[in-house]
């Protein structure tokens, strides 16, 4: 029972149209070749700069440099503010979903009554 109930609550979930939008926004983000280039050497640059961490080097300060316009510039990309806005707004029902959850949770284990259906 309780399998069936989490399924029907994600395909709920999934027909949304705050899930809708942020998997329109991710395929328009994957159909953008320069936000999705710059997002490519932002990641590389981070793993880059947490390696030199690790082994106890400081990332030299072009690389900060480096990463701070990569930001600035996507940023300023419209596909990605979309992409950031329709995450958020999932985001947020997630969290309202998750506050059900736990609401449901504190009745049920205040409830004497057992339900099987």
């Not at 998997?23 to 936000?35: C, I, Q």
């Not at 390696?51 to 316009?69: R, V």
């Not at 205040?110 to 339900?115: A, G, K």
Request: glycine content about 6%; overall charge negative.
């Amino acid at each position: 029972m309780l399998q069936d109930k989490a399924a029907e609550v994600g395909r709920l979930i999934g027909q949304s149209a705050e899930y809708q939008a942020v998997k329109r926004a991710n395929e328009s983000l994957k159909d953008d070749p320069e936000a999705l280039k710059a997002l490519q050497r932002m990641e590389q640059l981070r793993a880059d700069a947490q390696a030199l961490i690790q082994a106890g080097t400081n990332p030299p300060p072009s690389m900060e440099e480096e990463l701070d316009a990569l930001l600035t510039h996507v940023q300023g990309n419209a596909t990605y503010q979309r992409m950031l806005v329709a995450q958020e707004n999932f985001d947020k029902v997630m969290m309202q979903v998750n506050q059900w959850i736990l609401d449901g949770i504190r009745k049920g284990a205040t409830s004497s009554i057992i339900t099987l259906g």
